[in-house]
């Protein structure tokens, strides 16, 4: 009886988890199209490689700004052993003889160093702190002849007519930052035009639905009113099976719509990656105020907020610095290396930190090209022209922005004025349906009257959804021209920052 109870107990359980996950799992989605376009950043591995890609560059660039803080080396030879014979020259016998070395070297050198900067920016140069130690000895007939060496000194290396590495490699990783953040700005962008496009369909077939529910409505009313009608008088039967058909059509062609409706949600719970067993829900409200737009303003958002033309200023400033070291490849140049500081050469280790002596070096080192045929020109030549392209790329990129703008205003504009126009046709159409409605209970009006009434508001109600999908698809086509929000009225990229 016991083990009766228990797997009763047990069956139970498990019935009712089942019944629970399974509710779980099929969830209704209340779509929108903010929310929509939050799922599909939020799964898009398009956006998550873009992040990766901002991160990484955000990486680079904290390099490259720790390449021009101080930085402490130390160089250690521990040991550096020898037993080798060479020629050497030898000034007795005026020849060259083979001789036998057999040396040992302990070395180390430690080194603070620092980029140069003058007026916030790297001079291609370094100025370090050195300290330098050795003991070197060699076997003399059986003995090790040792000695002893002890540097402190200030290094300056400075190279001139020549790219300034640092300062292009902090510039190029700033560049790079920016252009990883501006196209991450585009494809979210482009990720909302992609995704509006599929939930403006399923935006139509929601709407066309509520039309269609709409005309059922008033067709069963006009039912009853006739069977009422043929109760009175049996001649006007047939205008029940009149409206049974109208009824019986219109229910078809709700059903042939919500399988439309839910082919396309199936592809946009594909597109958004959601469960197959969730459930999309729109709800097509048509609620939107009026808003004007000043022409200058949005052309002004268009060149300054839209990232295309930043990009090709990018690419550009990029190519720039590329032609700089193009012309400081195979180029005359100069490099200048000074040292100052204090030595100490001893056979004895502890006589190193004593009478210190001054030392110095300076070093000039220039090279000059003679001939090379004309290959260092040409170089230049060929990066030239890619900047000459990339400029021509902008003021192409300019032009279209400009006319786009332009024909989107148009649009918005045209579309809002249709929409309002239609909103007020489309109340006027609804106080005449329901005027024909009491008419016809009143055999006032004919059932083909009636009927073709209700076709008009039907219509009236599909030329408002026209014209309200495209005043909405309008203002989305204005938004990414301008890369403003006007209904909202914020910057895309504060919007995305929030």
């Not at 009712?16 to 509710?23: A, D, E, N, R, W």
């Not at 709407?207 to 109760?231: M, N």
Request: aromatic share 10%.
């Amino acid at each position: 009886m016991e083990r009766l109870k228990f797997w009763s107990t047990f069956l139970m359980v498990n019935f009712f988890c089942g019944i629970l996950s399974s509710v779980s799992a099929d969830e209704i989605i209340h779509l929108t199209l903010e929310k929509a376009v939050s799922i599909a950043m939020e799964k898009s591995y398009r956006i998550k490689q873009l992040k990766l890609g901002i991160e990484r560059s955000r990486q680079w660039l904290k390099a490259e700004r720790a390449g021009l803080k101080s930085q402490v080396s130390m160089n250690i030879k521990a040991p550096e052993f020898s037993a080798l014979s060479d020629y050497k020259w030898d000034s007795v016998l005026s020849k060259d003889v083979i001789i036998r070395q057999n040396t040992k070297m302990w070395w180390m050198n430690l080194s603070i160093s620092q980029p140069v900067i003058l007026f916030g920016y790297p001079t291609n140069g370094y100025l370090s702190l050195n300290s330098r130690v050795y003991r070197y000895s060699q076997l003399d007939q059986e003995i090790w002849d040792a000695s002893y060496y002890n540097r402190y000194f200030v290094k300056f290396e400075q190279p001139f007519f020549q790219p300034n590495r640092l300062k292009n490699a902090l510039e190029k990783a700033e560049l790079s930052l920016e252009e990883n953040e501006l196209q991450f700005l585009d494809d979210q962008v482009d990720l909302i035009d992609d995704i509006a496009e599929k939930y403006y369909e399923l935006y139509r077939f929601a709407y066309v639905d509520q039309i269609i529910d709409h005309y059922i409505t008033k067709l069963e009313r006009v039912e009853d009113i006739a069977q009422c009608h043929s109760q009175a008088n049996g001649s006007k039967s047939i205008e029940c099976i009149q409206v049974q058909i109208e009824l019986a059509n219109a229910r078809e062609k709700k059903a042939q719509n919500l399988s439309e409706f839910r082919l396309r949600s199936t592809r946009m719970k594909q597109r958004l990656q959601l469960e197959n067993d969730d459930s999309l829900a729109i709800d097509p409200e048509t609620q939107f105020t009026p808003i004007t737009i000043d022409m200058e303003q949005a052309l002004n958002y268009g060149i300054t907020l839209r990232p295309r033309l930043r990009l090709l200023e990018i690419t550009r400033r990029q190519n720039e610095i590329d032609l700089g070291n193009v012309k400081g490849w195979n180029a005359f140049r100069v490099n200048v290396e000074m040292t100052y500081g204090l030595e100490k050469q001893d056979d004895r280790v502890n006589q190193l930190w004593q009478e210190y002596d001054n030392s110095y070096s300076v070093t000039v080192n220039a090279y000059i090209p003679i001939w090379d045929w004309g290959q260092r020109q040409a170089r230049i030549e060929a990066q030239d022209i890619t900047i000459r392209k990339t400029e021509l790329s902008i003021e192409e990129a300019q032009s279209q922005i400009e006319s786009e703008i332009r024909t989107a205003v148009q649009d918005v504009q045209e579309y809002q004025k249709r929409a309002l126009n239609m909103q007020n046709n489309l109340q006027m159409a609804d106080e005449i349906t329901n005027i024909s409605l009491n008419q016809f209970e009143e055999e006032k009006v004919s059932l083909q009257d009636l009927l073709q009434t209700l076709n008009r508001q039907r219509e009236t109600e599909t030329n408002f959804l026209d014209a309200y999908l495209g005043y909405r698809k309008s203002f989305l086509t204005l938004m990414i021209d301008t890369y403003y929000d006007y209904e909202n009225e914020i910057q895309l990229l504060e919007k995305f920052k929030s």
